[in-house]
Nanobody, 119 residues
Framework: QLQLADSGGGLVQAGGSLRLSCAAS????????MGWFRRAPGREREFVAS????????NYADFVKGRFTISRDDAKNTMYLQMNDLKPEDTAVYYC????????????WGKGTPVTVSS
């Protein structure tokens, strides 16, 4: 089981940028997929992006393609989400999550970091 600590949220104007971080402890040789989700007020949690830790292969939700970039620093056991050209509709609490590559469900979660984009 991983311990995930997400951070980096804040208040930004539309068109601005933020970088979220997710520090992971407990990583072993188990192959993991790590990802970002978000939950906007009054809405269901939704997938944002994911990265296979060992290969760096990424996947994005359509609504963030071209604006958000997920990456990881193996040496620091940290995943990032660079968010550019932020829009008010990106306002949400962002959560990092992890699962093994053979699992069907996300098993480990950060506590969330809030992002507010003002118009």
């Amino acid at each position: 089981q991983l311990q995930l600590a997400d951070s980096g949220g804040g208040l930004v104007q539309a068109g601005g940028s933020l970088r979220l971080s997710c520090a992971a402890s407990g990583l072993t040789f188990t192959p993991y997929i790590m990802g970002w989700f978000r939950r906007a007020p009054g809405r269901e949690r939704e997938f944002v992006a994911s990265i296979i830790w060992s290969t760096g292969i990424t996947n994005y939700a359509d609504f963030v393609k071209g604006r958000f970039t997920i990456s990881r620093d193996d040496a620091k056991n940290t995943m990032y989400l660079q968010m550019n050209d932020l829009k008010p509709e990106d306002t949400a609490v962002y959560y990092c999550a992890a699962r093994t590559i053979w699992s069907m469900s996300w098993s480990d979660w950060g506590k969330g970091t809030p992002v507010t984009v003002s118009s």
